[in-house]
């Protein structure tokens, strides 16, 4: 069983939809929490980083933690054809140290 | 925000050469470094960790006489992938540590030809 789940997809929602984007872990020592996002033939972008439990918005993204299921959300409001990318959840244990990767999940927005 | 670039961003070598691609962190100084290996349509794959003015650490199965790691300074590491094959062929990505964060670099597209 992998350490880190995320459902592949691909996901494909019209514009201005809400998307709501998930893994699971196993792992009870993991702390820290983030989001990337990686265009085709790019480098993964930092999205969000949440540490612990707990929710974090920034514009139209939010992230949510739940540390007591090993479950964390990312949610994408009024969602644009440029949102389209593969979206990948990491996290660690501590502070500093390699990052377990999801497979990422790929999305289309559709205009 | 905080910015990691690499070079170059993609090159073409022949089999039996050796390719060397540099990752800075432009903005901040990053005591960890981090390189991925990366296929299509598949998440990253750890190959080592970088860590200044000490051995990299390498994920099992990675030989590192063919990837040697260098971090030679808080801002600089780079991976030279030696006696490169066909095989090598992928996208390499580095990416440095900002405190809890990971901030990736753009990436290197390596064929060998």
């Known amino acids: 069983q992998k350490e880190v789940e995320q459902d592949p997809g691909p996901l494909s929602v019209p514009e201005g939809a809400i998307v709501s984007l998930n893994c699971t872990y196993s792992?009870?020592?993991?702390?820290?929490f983030m989001w990337y996002r990686q265009y085709s033939r790019k480098g993964p972008e930092l999205l969000m980083y949440?540490?612990?439990?707990g929710n974090k918005e920034d514009g139209r993204f939010t992230a949510q933690v739940d540390k007591s299921s090993k479950y964390i959300s990312l949610f994408i409001r009024d969602s644009q054809p440029s949102d389209s990318a593969t979206y990948l959840c990491a996290m660690s244990g501590t502070s500093g140290s390699r990052l377990t990767f999801g497979e990422g999940t790929q999305l289309t927005v559709n205009p | 925000g905080a910015v990691v670039s690499q070079h170059p961003s993609w090159v073409i070598c022949k089999s039996g050469t050796s390719v060397k691609i540099e990752c800075r962190s432009l903005d901040f100084q990053a005591t960890t470094m981090f390189w991925y290996r990366q296929f299509p349509k598949q998440s990253l794959m750890l190959m080592a960790t970088?860590?200044?003015?000490?051995?990299?650490?390498?994920e099992q199965g990675v030989e590192k006489d063919k990837f040697l790691i260098n971090h030679a300074s808080l801002t600089l590491s780079t991976l030279t992938v030696t006696s490169a094959h066909p095989e090598d062929s992928s996208f390499y990505i580095c990416s440095a540590g900002l405190e809890a964060e990971q901030y990736f670099g753009p990436g290197t597209r390596l064929t060998v030809t």
């Open positions: 949440t540490y612990s439990s």
């Open positions: 970088s860590n200044e003015g000490s051995k990299a650490t390498y």
């Open positions: 792992n009870s020592a993991f702390q820290y």
